[in-house]
């Protein structure tokens, strides 16, 4: 079983980052984890960058550029259409994870409330992939 | 007419030819006596000839009437007997004259046979007797006639008497009926004029509109138009008429309505049917809602015209209120559901750090658990100024400010002054306000608030300007938003800025609370100006939209009433 290396979030939160982070340390520390603070500087770094990412986290609720547009702007580009995109947020409806589903994103995922909850999450997530 | 009059006067009618009839009937009957009475005076004279010649014949020695005895001899008496008899015997109206005149004939010829034949002289006392026989008989005749003549007298009386009788009565019966139906008349005519003052005050007393018309025709026959041929003083009052004589409905009504009333009009009065029109009249500022409903009357129309103003001015109100109210309630929603989910936000932060602070002791990354607490502490912190915010956001348009004639330029100057430019260069340039009804904190608030936003998303690299224009709400501005009260005019100001702008798409967003269209951290503030604007429009029953494009500045766009509505709040 293979596990993720590099790990993509993209969230204008900086706590959300934090908690992340710390969350995908406890399920292995190995793991590399990329912040973007705004979906535009997502779609740059995940240009730049040389190498594709395990997987991706996105936020929806962010200014200028929303989860959505992102989700739609990343399927579009070629290169990353084989990550993996997990949608990661707080405004959670069923009418959403179809929309999600329906562009592309691969799980729907609410940012739970328990430290514990989110490790598991994340350990199931990250540990299943590819 | 009254049945009773017309019974009345036909009663007398009868009775007054009644009356002639009879008359006419004693007439006739006092002619036939006169005829009898001619008749019998020329027998009676006659009967007296031949009783004087009677006389002188018998006694031809002695002189019975001078006048007869001057031309005749004894002789000619004889036949002059005879010819008097026979005259009276035609002249006699009855038989029994008739025979007399026969008997004394034969009597005389008997008696002249017996003097002619003898010589023997008839003794006195035979031509006594004789002589007394035939004027016992001319007496006869001379009473009998009499008799009859007094027979016929006394009839005439009779009938006479009765005739007088039932004319007195049939004149007394003729002059009470006149007097019934006099008084009847009277009456009549009087409850009429009663019935026409009750009307006439109903038509002056009334609110609505009375009017009645009459249709015009050309010489050949074709419906040119309608005149008044009344009209009441709410009619004159509805229509602002000074008065309606010689006016045609062209007079009254503005051109571009005739036509269409007109339509109705000839309707109503080829189909004999009622119909109901409505419509308003514009006088200035002034607009005039009528309901009127058009019948046929007679030959021509009558018009009720019903104010509607009031009504519909209510219509209107409540129309707009429920508009105002959706549009509120939509708001609202909005309002819960972000609230809502941005104070989950902070709480389940706080959750999370909690639980890394208490099931990892120590963490990879070095951070000790103080580090954590601190860190819930500015989330509780934070959570504690949003629900402030909300808390202020409710109650910044409580306080129901009293409202008063304002000066918009005065606001914008003192808002002008007191604004926190920060390290922003800025020009503010305005158009002039007109006075609007409001509360002047709270316009001061709207203001204050439009330019701290548009401050703080000022572009860092050009100077700030900000321009603010006028205009009064037309026609088009009541179609396109039909929030606005078709009653009230509006200004429409707008604040447009060159800051950062926004995409189109977030133009109803920018009003939400706490979204803020830039990260969290690096805009300041608690997100709710923009917010308390359009809840401080709403409240002055005006209406606020946003225009925007990204990179391209801002535009604010407020429709503010420039009176508030009355009572109906």
Same mark, same amino acid.
């Given at each position: 079983?293979?596990?993720?290396?590099?790990?993509v979030?993209?969230?204008?939160?900086?706590?959300?980052?934090?908690?992340?982070?710390?969350?995908?340390?406890?399920?292995?520390?190995?793991?590399?984890?990329?912040?973007?603070?705004?979906? $535009?500087?997502?779609?740059?770094?995940?240009?730049?960058?040389?190498?594709?990412?395990?997987m991706?986290?996105?936020?929806?609720n962010?200014?200028?550029?929303?989860?959505?547009?992102?989700?739609?702007?990343?399927?579009?580009?070629?290169?990353?259409?084989?990550?993996?995109?997990?949608?990661?947020?707080?405004?959670?409806?069923?009418?959403?994870?179809?929309?999600?589903?329906?562009?592309?994103?691969?799980?729907?995922?609410?940012k739970?409330?328990?430290?514990?909850?989110?490790?598991?999450?994340? $350990?199931a997530?990250?540990?299943?992939?590819? | 007419?009254?049945?009773?009059?017309?019974?009345?006067?036909?009663?007398v009618?009868?009775?007054?030819?009644?009356?002639?009839?009879?008359?006419?009937?004693? #007439?006739?009957?006092?002619?036939?006596?006169?005829? &009898?009475?001619n008749?019998?005076?020329?027998?009676v004279?006659?009967?007296?000839?031949?009783?004087?010649?009677?006389?002188?014949?018998?006694?031809?020695?002695?002189?019975?009437?001078?006048?007869?005895?001057? #031309?005749?001899?004894?002789?000619? +008496?004889?036949?002059?007997?005879?010819?008097?008899?026979?005259?009276?015997?035609?002249?006699?109206?009855?038989?029994?004259?008739?025979?007399?005149?026969?008997?004394?004939?034969l009597?005389?010829?008997?008696?002249? !046979?017996?003097?002619?034949?003898?010589?023997?002289?008839?003794?006195?006392?035979?031509r006594?007797?004789?002589?007394?026989?035939?004027?016992?008989?001319? !007496?006869?005749?001379?009473?009998?006639?009499?008799?009859?003549?007094?027979?016929?007298?006394?009839?005439?009386?009779?009938?006479?008497?009765l005739?007088?009788?039932?004319?007195?009565?049939?004149?007394?019966?003729?002059?009470?009926?006149?007097?019934?139906?006099?008084?009847?008349s009277?009456?009549?005519?009087?409850?009429?004029?009663?019935? &026409?003052?009750?009307?006439?005050?109903?038509?002056?007393?009334?609110?609505n509109?009375?009017?009645?018309?009459?249709?015009?025709?050309?010489?050949?026959g074709?419906?040119?138009?309608?005149?008044?041929?009344?009209?009441n003083?709410?009619?004159? @009052?509805?229509?602002?008429?000074?008065?309606?004589?010689?006016?045609?409905?062209?007079?009254?009504?503005?051109?571009?309505?005739?036509?269409?009333?007109?339509?109705?009009?000839?309707?109503?009065?080829?189909?004999?049917?009622?119909?109901?029109?409505?419509?308003?009249?514009?006088?200035?500022?002034e607009?005039?809602?009528l309901?009127a409903?058009?019948?046929?009357?007679? &030959?021509?129309l009558?018009?009720?015209?019903?104010?509607?103003?009031?009504?519909?001015?209510?219509?209107?109100?409540?129309?707009?209120?429920?508009?105002?109210? @959706?549009?509120?309630?939509? &708001?609202?929603?909005?309002?819960?559901?972000?609230?809502?989910?941005?104070?989950?936000e902070?709480?389940?932060?706080?959750?999370?750090?909690?639980?890394?602070?208490?099931?990892?002791?120590?963490?990879?990354?070095?951070?000790?658990?103080?580090?954590?607490?601190?860190?819930?502490?500015?989330?509780? +912190?934070?959570?504690r100024?949003?629900?402030?915010?909300?808390?202020?956001?409710?109650?910044?348009t409580?306080?129901?400010?009293?409202?008063?004639?304002?000066?918009?330029?005065a606001?914008? @100057?003192?808002?002008v002054?007191?604004?926190?430019?920060?390290?922003?260069?800025?020009?503010?340039?305005?158009a002039?306000l007109p006075?609007?009804?409001?509360? !002047?904190l709270?316009?001061?608030?709207?203001?204050?608030?439009?330019?701290?936003?548009s401050?703080?998303?000022?572009?860092?690299? +050009?100077?700030?300007?900000?321009?603010?224009?006028?205009?009064r709400a037309?026609?088009?501005?009541?179609i396109?938003?039909?929030?606005?009260?078709?009653?009230?005019t509006?200004? !429409?100001?707008?604040?447009k800025?060159?800051?950062?702008?926004?995409?189109?798409?977030?133009?109803?967003?920018?009003?939400?609370?706490?979204?803020?269209?830039y990260?969290?951290?690096?805009?300041?503030?608690?997100?709710?100006?923009?917010?308390?604007?359009? @809840?401080?429009?709403?409240?002055h029953?005006?209406?606020?939209? +946003?225009?925007?494009?990204?990179?391209?500045?801002?535009?604010?766009?407020?429709?503010?009433?420039?009176?508030?509505p009355?009572g109906?709040?």
């Open positions: 079983m293979q596990i993720a290396r590099t790990v979030l993209v969230d204008d939160d900086l706590d959300d980052h934090e908690v992340f982070k710390s969350a995908c340390s406890v399920v292995d520390p190995a793991i590399e984890v990329t912040g973007f603070e705004s979906g $535009e500087q997502a779609l740059r770094g995940l240009a730049k960058s040389r190498s594709l990412p395990d991706i986290f996105l936020d929806l962010m200014p200028r550029l929303n989860g959505i547009e992102v989700l739609e702007a990343v399927k579009a580009i070629e290169s990353l259409k084989t990550v993996p995109i997990v949608v990661y947020t707080t405004s959670f409806d069923s009418r959403v994870r179809e929309r999600c589903e329906q562009i592309g994103a691969m799980d729907v995922m609410e739970p409330n328990s430290f514990d909850a989110l490790c598991e999450k994340l $350990e997530l990250l540990k299943v992939s590819i | 007419m009254n049945k009773r009059l017309f019974f009345i006067y036909t009663t009618f009868v009775l007054t030819g009644l009356m002639l009839y009879l008359y006419r009937a004693s #007439y006739r009957d006092m002619k036939v006596f006169i005829q &009898e009475v008749r019998m005076s020329g027998v004279v006659k009967l007296e000839r031949l009783d004087a010649l009677l006389h002188f014949w018998l006694n031809n020695d002695r002189v019975a009437d001078k006048s007869v005895a001057l #031309y005749l001899a004894p002789d000619d +008496a004889y036949d002059s007997i005879l010819v008097a008899t026979d005259y009276i015997k035609q002249i006699a109206l009855y038989q029994e004259d008739r025979l007399r005149m026969d008997t004394i004939r009597a005389v010829r008997n008696f002249q !046979r017996l003097h002619e034949r003898s010589d023997t002289m008839l003794t006195q006392m035979e006594e007797e004789f002589r007394r026989s035939l004027n016992g008989m001319v !007496r006869a005749a001379f009473e009998s006639t009499n008799r009859r003549l007094n027979h016929s007298r006394v009839r005439l009386e009779e009938s006479t008497a005739l007088d009788q039932w004319l007195v009565w049939m004149l007394v019966l003729a002059g009470s009926l006149i007097t019934i139906a006099t008084f009847y009277f009456n009549f005519l009087r409850q009429r004029q009663k019935a &026409e003052g009750f009307s006439r005050a109903l038509l002056e007393i009334t609110n509109g009375m009017i009645s018309f009459q249709p015009m025709f050309s010489g050949d074709i419906l040119k138009s309608y005149r008044i041929t009344y009209c003083d709410a009619g004159l @009052k509805l229509l602002n008429l000074k008065d309606w004589r010689s006016l045609t409905i062209e007079n009254i009504l503005p051109p571009k309505v005739i036509a269409d009333v007109r339509k109705v009009f000839d309707s109503v009065l080829s189909q004999k049917q009622s119909q109901i029109l409505e419509g308003y009249l514009q006088h200035g500022k607009r005039k809602w309901q409903m058009i019948t046929p009357l007679h &030959e021509g009558f018009v009720s015209i019903y104010n509607l103003t009031p009504e519909k001015s209510y219509q209107q109100r409540l129309t707009n209120k429920i508009n105002q109210l @959706k549009v509120l309630n939509e &708001e609202l929603q909005q309002y819960a559901y972000v609230t809502s989910h941005d104070l989950q902070p709480l389940r932060k706080i959750q999370m750090f909690s639980d890394i602070a208490l099931n990892s002791p120590t963490h990879d990354d070095g951070k000790s658990k103080d580090d954590y607490f601190r860190r819930i502490q500015g989330i509780a +912190a934070h959570m100024e949003l629900i402030q915010t909300l808390l202020s956001f409710t109650r910044s409580d306080q129901s400010g009293k409202m008063e004639r304002v000066d918009l330029n606001i914008l @100057k003192e808002v002054e007191e604004v926190d430019l920060g390290e922003t260069r800025a020009t503010i340039d305005s002039e006075e609007v009804e409001g509360s !002047r709270h316009l001061k608030l709207l203001f204050g608030n439009l330019l701290t936003n401050i703080k998303y000022a572009k860092p690299d +050009a100077p700030l300007r900000i321009s603010i224009s006028e205009r037309h026609h088009q501005d009541y396109d938003f039909p929030v606005l009260d078709q009653f009230l509006y200004t !429409r100001i707008t604040v800025d060159n800051g950062v702008g926004f995409q189109p798409h977030l133009s109803e967003k920018v009003f939400t609370i706490f979204q803020r269209l990260n969290k951290e690096n805009a300041q503030g608690t997100g709710i100006g923009l917010a308390i604007c359009k @809840k401080i429009v709403h409240q029953n005006g209406y606020m939209y +946003a225009e925007g494009a990204e990179n391209e500045g801002a535009s604010f766009h407020i429709y503010l009433p420039l009176q508030q009355t109906t709040d």
